[in-house]
């Protein structure tokens, strides 16, 4: 009797599924949030026009409203743009509408899990190069690899999760120059590098651009992302795209984040890129610990002390980081999120108690 399993396939069964520890910690630095929330004064604004709203009724077909917005911030046309439920989404999106059997994905290790397998899942031919030895793009390699290969989609990551590198334009542009497929541009944590590529979108139309709210915009409860490109690519990525895909509540609260973004939001950036530093420095001053220097709101740490024994160490004082030493390249790598002041000085007493310092 054949199996029910038999039907997946052997590529899906072959992965490990994406998953997160499911430690808890007081001090909680594992997923690259924003430390912050936004102020209650502006939490309240949403929960009050939110009450007006008739709950039986679907929310917008397409989020118009949340697109003008997003098209007037990013300095685009609304048909540049899909809002979706997280760019995690929007990810998939691209991938459904380019990737199938013999169709290449080209990646930059190490990076985030999901683009493997979300590629993997739907049956594309997953290839990767690696970073430098110091964890920065390689940018020859990834060029020669391109013109070699000329795959459907090839997607980086910048800031790059989880070392904190970034592609220069200079690079991109030569590479979308070379590219007949599609450069996706994973801005998840622009904000922190103060710069975007969004301003090539004119000239290139095989590239796109996503973002989220989950990260600089405090609104990681809510899971709201957005994608940007040439209006008839944007056009045929929709087609993936579920209706109503995006709740009422998220996409007002999106709406507000935009609109208060310059007053509300941009100076707790301000905050995390100098805590960042403040972090980095201490960092560097404890023996067998080496920080890499990065521009997302994260960075990544070599230990000679076990990565598990520090993660563990760390979570018996009640602070969560990540132990990425499973990675391609990271064996003697954690990664930590930039909380706040106190919450760094939790992470940093605790690694000098384990450091021996």
Request: net charge negative; glycine share 4%; hydrophobic share 40%.
């Amino acid at each position: 009797m054949k199996k029910v399993l038999d039907i997946i396939k052997p590529a899906v069964r072959g992965l490990r599924a994406y998953s997160l520890s499911p430690h808890r910690a007081q001090t909680k630095l594992n997923q690259n949030e924003n430390p912050w929330d936004m102020s209650l004064v502006l939490r309240q604004e949403i929960l009050n026009q939110f009450e007006d709203m008739r709950w039986s009724r679907y929310p917008d077909f397409i989020p118009a409203s949340l697109h003008e917005r997003l098209a007037d911030f990013a300095c685009l046309r609304p048909d540049h743009i899909i809002a979706g439920n997280g760019s995690n989404e929007l990810i998939q999106a691209v991938l459904m509408v380019t990737v199938g059997p013999k169709k290449r994905v080209l990646i930059c290790e190490p990076t985030f899990a999901l683009y493997r397998q979300v590629a993997t899942v739907l049956g594309g031919d997953v290839e990767s190069i690696s970073l430098t030895n110091s964890l920065q793009y390689n940018s020859d390699l990834l060029f020669s690899v391109v013109e070699e290969r000329q795959p459907e989609v090839t997607i980086i990551c910048s800031p790059n999760n989880p070392s904190g590198c970034v592609i220069s334009d200079e690079d991109l542009v030569k590479l979308l120059g070379i590219a007949r497929g599609l450069v996706v541009i994973d801005e998840a944590y622009h904000e922190f590098a103060e710069h975007s590529v969004v301003p090539l979108l004119e000239d290139h139309e095989n590239l796109i651009v996503l973002r989220t709210f989950s990260k600089a915009m405090a609104l990681a409860a809510l899971r709201v992302g957005y994608l940007m490109g040439q209006p008839d690519v944007v056009r045929e990525i929709r087609k993936a795209v579920l209706p109503y895909n995006l709740n009422a509540f998220s996409q007002m609260a999106a709406e507000m984040a935009v609109d208060r973004y310059e007053t509300d939001l941009r100076p707790l950036v301000k905050r995390i890129i100098n805590e960042r530093q403040r972090l980095f420095d201490q960092l560097s001053q404890i023996r067998s610990l080496t920080p890499l220097a990065s521009k997302g709101n994260f960075m990544l740490v070599r230990t000679e002390i076990e990565p598990k024994v520090v993660f563990e160490e760390l979570l018996l004082r009640d602070v969560l980081v990540r132990d990425v030493s499973g990675y391609p390249m990271l064996k003697k790598y954690f990664r930590v999120s930039v909380g706040r002041p106190e919450e760094n000085d939790e992470l940093l007493a605790g690694l000098r108690e384990i450091c021996g310092e």
